[in-house]
Nanobody, 123 residues
Framework: QVQLVESGGGLVQAGGSLRLSCAAS????????MGWFRQTPGKEREFVAV???????YYADSVKGRFTIARDNNKNTVYLQMNSLKPEDTAVYCC?????????????????WGQGTQVTVSS
């Protein structure tokens, strides 16, 4: 079992930046593939980015070139740097951990979730 706690959300103007953090309660973060998802009311949870055990990354087309996911296994923390934010990026952002090998990208692939942090981008 691993517990995840997100932080760093807030209100920002369009074009601005935020960095989200996800602190994990495990000393073996390297065992997990880590991802970020986002959700808005009335919509399904949306994949944002994933970082593999090797450090390889993959992004949703909607955030590619603007967001960067990174992991620091020594600090048991995963980050999501969000630049050039747009109003349509407004959502609750959740961190997730997966024990699946390969490149998990759907909610069902991730067994551990944080509570989420709200990101609001004003126009």
């Amino acid at each position: 079992q691993v517990q995840l706690v997100e932080s760093g959300g807030g209100l920002v103007q369009a074009g601005g930046s935020l960095r989200l953090s996800c602190a994990a309660s495990t000393r073996t973060l390297s065992n997990y593939v880590m991802g970020w998802f986002r959700q808005t009311p009335g919509k399904e949870r949306e994949f944002v980015a994933v970082v593999r055990r090797s450090g390889g990354t993959y992004y949703a087309d909607s955030v590619k070139g603007r967001f960067t996911i990174a992991r620091d296994n020594n600090k048991n923390t995963v980050y999501l740097q969000m630049n050039s934010l747009k109003p349509e990026d407004t959502a609750v952002y959740c961190c997730a951990a997966s024990l699946i090998w390969g490149l998990p990208q759907t909610s069902a692939d991730f067994g551990f979730w944080g509570q989420g942090t709200q990101v609001t981008v004003s126009s």
